[in-house]
C-alpha cells in the first residue's frame, strides 16, 4: 500500500491561547505609538520656537552690541586743524586688543581734508568691504554687511560716515564683530538644548508608557480570567474590573452561561430522543428475529442499522452544539491508559503498546467524543491486527490558518497502527464513508472510521490513514489541546 493522502490544515475554528501580544494590533502598542510620535512632534516643534528665539535674541543682543560700539567710536574721535583723524577710542572690550580676534574697529577718511586713518589693535591687516553701490548707506548714512575677516571667519560690520566739525570734513567708521563666534554659541545652545530635550522626552516617553500599560493591566486580567475558563479552572470571568471593562466581562459570562444552557438542552433532547426510539426499535429488532427468514433478518438488520445511525447523529448534535464552547478540558494520559487496559484484556492474543509524551497533554473537548474515537480506532486495529497493535501520543506544533492571518495553535497527535493487511491507498476515502465496508470477512457496519472522521471533523482536527511501519494501517489524528 502506497503513502497516505495528504492532510488538511486545521480549520480556523481551532483557537490561539489567549495573551496580550505587543504590536501593531496590540491597543498598548498603538496607544504609547501615538503618544510617543505627538511627544516627539512636540518635542521637535519647542525644540524649533526655542531655537529661533534663542538665535533672534541673540541677534538682536549682537547687532545691539555692534551698535553701541560704533556710537561709542563715533564719540571718541575727532580731527585736528591739519585735517588728521585723532582720538584714542577704548570700546570697553578686550577683544579689540587681541590680534586676529574678529573683533575690530577702523575709522578712515570720508571727505577732503581729511588724513590718517585708525584702527583697532586687533586688525592686522585691512578688510575689504563692498562699494556703496553694492550696498548703499541708508537714511541715517548707515548701512550693515557680512564680509570676510582675516582668519576667514564672518564678520558682521556696521559702518556709518559722520561729519566731524564745522568744515564739514567726514569719517567713515567701521566696527566689525565676529559672526562665526556668534554662530559657535548657537550651535553649543542648541546642542545643550538637544539633549536636554531629549532625555526629558525619553523619561517622559518612559512614564507614559508605563502609565498606559499599568492603565491596561485590567485587561490583562480579563485574558487570564478567560484562559482559566478556556482551560476549565472556572466558569466565569471573576473578580472586580473597572467600569469601561465590566459590561464586557458581564456579557462573556452572559455567552458561558448561555453556551452551557445549549448544551445541557442538547444533551436533554438526547437522552429523551433515544428514550422515545429504544422500545420501538428493540420491538422491530425482535419482531425480526421472531419473523426469522430472509425477511425477518432484513428487518433485525435494517433496525439494528437504524439504531446506530440514529446514535451517530444524535452524538454528531451533541457534538455540534458544545464544539465551540470554552468550558471542556479532557486530560489524555489517563483516558487512553485505561482503554488500553481495557482492549488488553479483551484481546490478550494481541501486543499492545503505548508511548505517552512527558509532558500532560489536555484535549479541547468532551471525555466521551475522545473515547468514542479511540474506542473506534483501538477496535479497528484490534479487529485487523495480526499479532501487534502500537498506540503512541505527542505534542506537535501547528498553525491557524484562514483570511490570511497565521498564529500558533497548540495540537497533539493520536497514532494507532496494527500489523495487519492495511489499506489500499485507491481505498482509504472508500473506507471513510458511512456504511462502506471494504471486507465482509470480518463482523461490523462500516460505521467506525465514518465516525471518526465526523468526530474529528466537528473539532476542527485532520485524520489521516497512512502505511504503518508494521505493515498494516496506521490512522493519525491531530486535534487541539490547551495549555
Same mark, same amino acid.
Given at each position: ?18 495573551s ?5 494590533r ?5 496607544v504609547?505609538?501615538f503618544?510617543t510620535v505627538w511627544?516627539?512632534l512636540?518635542l521637535i ?10 538665535r533672534q ?7 545691539s552690541?555692534?551698535s553701541?560700539?560704533l556710537?561709542?567710536?563715533?564719540g571718541?574721535?575727532g580731527?585736528s586743524?591739519?585735517?588728521s ?5 577704548d570700546?570697553?572690550?578686550l577683544?579689540?586688543s587681541e ?8 575709522v578712515?577718511p570720508?571727505?577732503?581734508?581729511v ?24 537714511a541715517s ?11 576667514g ?9 559722520f561729519?566731524?566739525?564745522a ?5 567713515r567708521?567701521?566696527v566689525?564683530?565676529n ?6 554659541e ?13 532625555l526629558?522626552?525619553v ?8 502609565a ?8 490583562r486580567?480579563?485574558?487570564d480570567? +478567560?484562559a482559566?475558563?478556556r482551560?476549565?479552572?472556572? &466558569? $466565569? /470571568? ?5 467600569a469601561e471593562?465590566?459590561p464586557? %466581562?458581564?456579557?462573556?459570562n ?10 445541557e438542552?442538547?444533551r436533554?433532547q438526547?437522552?429523551n430522543l ?7 426499535l428493540?420491538?422491530?429488532i ?12 432484513l ?6 442499522s437504524?439504531q ?5 447523529y444524535?452524538?454528531?448534535a451533541?457534538?455540534?452544539a458544545?464544539r465551540?464552547?470554552?468550558v471542556?478540558?479532557?486530560?489524555v494520559?489517563? +483516558?487512553v491508559?485505561r482503554?488500553?487496559?481495557?482492549? &488488553? $484484556? /479483551?484481546?490478550?492474543?494481541t501486543?499492545?503498546s503505548?508511548?505517552l509524551? %512527558?509532558?500532560?497533554i489536555?484535549?479541547?473537548g468532551e471525555?466521551e467524543?475522545?473515547e ?7 477496535d479497528n ?5 495480526k499479532s501487534?497493535v502500537a498506540?503512541?501520543v505527542?505534542?506537535?506544533s501547528?498553525k491557524?490558518t ?18 495487519g493487511?492495511?489499506i489500499p491507498?485507491?481505498?482509504a476515502?472508500?473506507a471513510?464513508?458511512r456504511?462502506?465496508?471494504l ?7 462500516g460505521l ?7 468526530l474529528?471533523?466537528?473539532y476542527g ?10 505493515g498494516g ?10 495549555h
Amino acid at each position: 500500500m502506497s503513502r497516505r493522502r495528504k492532510a488538511e490544515p486545521l480549520k480556523q475554528t481551532a483557537r490561539t491561547p489567549l495573551s496580550l501580544r505587543f504590536g501593531p494590533r496590540s491597543l498598548a502598542f498603538r496607544v504609547i505609538a501615538f503618544s510617543t510620535v505627538w511627544a516627539i512632534l512636540t518635542l521637535i516643534v519647542i525644540f524649533t520656537l526655542i531655537t529661533t528665539l534663542y538665535r533672534q535674541a541673540s541677534e538682536r543682543g549682537f547687532d545691539s552690541l555692534l551698535s553701541a560700539h560704533l556710537f561709542n567710536l563715533i564719540g571718541s574721535v575727532g580731527v585736528s586743524e591739519g585735517g588728521s583723524l585723532t582720538g584714542a577710542p577704548d570700546l570697553g572690550d578686550l577683544r579689540f586688543s587681541e590680534p586676529n580676534s574678529g573683533w575690530y574697529w577702523s575709522v578712515e577718511p570720508a571727505s577732503e581734508g581729511v588724513s590718517g586713518e585708525l584702527h583697532s589693535s586687533s586688525m592686522t591687516k585691512a578688510i575689504l568691504s563692498p562699494s556703496v553701490a553694492e550696498v548703499p548707506f541708508n537714511a541715517s548714512f548707515q548701512r550693515s554687511y557680512s564680509t570676510e575677516g582675516i582668519d576667514g571667519e564672518e564678520l558682521e560690520v556696521f559702518e556709518s560716515e559722520f561729519v566731524l566739525d564745522a568744515k564739514n570734513r567726514a569719517a567713515r567708521f567701521r566696527v566689525m564683530g565676529n559672526r562665526t563666534e556668534l554662530e559657535q554659541e548657537i550651535s553649543a545652545f542648541q546642542r545643550r538644548l538637544l539633549t536636554y530635550l531629549s532625555l526629558f522626552g525619553v523619561g517622559m516617553i518612559a512614564i507614559n508608557a508605563i502609565a498606559i500599560l499599568l492603565g491596561l493591566q485590567p485587561l490583562r486580567r480579563v485574558r487570564d480570567a +478567560l484562559a482559566m475558563v478556556r482551560e476549565g479552572t472556572a &466558569q $466565569k /470571568l471573576d473578580g472586580r474590573f473597572p467600569a469601561e471593562i465590566e459590561p464586557l %466581562a458581564d456579557e462573556t459570562n452572559a455567552l458561558i452561561e448561555n453556551n452551557k444552557r445549549i448544551v445541557e438542552r442538547s444533551r436533554t433532547q438526547v437522552g429523551n430522543l433515544a428514550h422515545s426510539l429504544k422500545t420501538p426499535l428493540a420491538v422491530l429488532i425482535n419482531e425480526g428475529r421472531a419473523l426469522g427468514g430472509a425477511k425477518g433478518q432484513l428487518i433485525a438488520e435494517q433496525a439494528a442499522s437504524m439504531q446506530k445511525q440514529i446514535d451517530h447523529y444524535l452524538q454528531r448534535a451533541r457534538v455540534a452544539a458544545q464544539r465551540d464552547s470554552v468550558v471542556y478540558r479532557t486530560p489524555v494520559a489517563p +483516558l487512553v491508559q485505561r482503554m488500553v487496559r481495557v482492549l &488488553q $484484556k /479483551l484481546n490478550p492474543q494481541t501486543a499492545l503498546s503505548l508511548s505517552l509524551p %512527558a509532558v500532560d497533554i489536555v484535549f479541547a473537548g468532551e471525555r466521551e467524543d475522545l473515547e468514542e474515537l479511540l474506542g473506534n480506532l483501538l477496535d479497528n486495529a484490534m479487529k485487523w491486527a495480526k499479532s501487534a497493535v502500537a498506540v503512541s501520543v505527542a505534542p506537535i506544533s501547528g498553525k491557524k490558518t484562514g483570511s490570511g492571518k497565521e498564529g500558533a495553535v497548540n495540537l497533539f497527535e493520536i497514532s494507532i497502527e496494527d500489523d495487519g493487511p492495511g489499506i489500499p491507498e485507491d481505498k482509504a476515502r472508500e473506507a471513510l464513508k458511512r456504511g462502506r465496508r471494504l471486507d465482509e470477512t470480518k463482523p461490523g457496519t462500516g460505521l467506525g472510521l465514518a465516525i471518526v472522521a465526523d468526530l474529528v471533523n466537528e473539532y476542527g482536527g485532520v485524520l489521516a490513514l497512512e502505511r504503518s511501519s508494521m505493515g498494516g494501517l496506521k490512522a493519525v489524528v491531530r486535534l487541539r489541546s490547551l495549555h
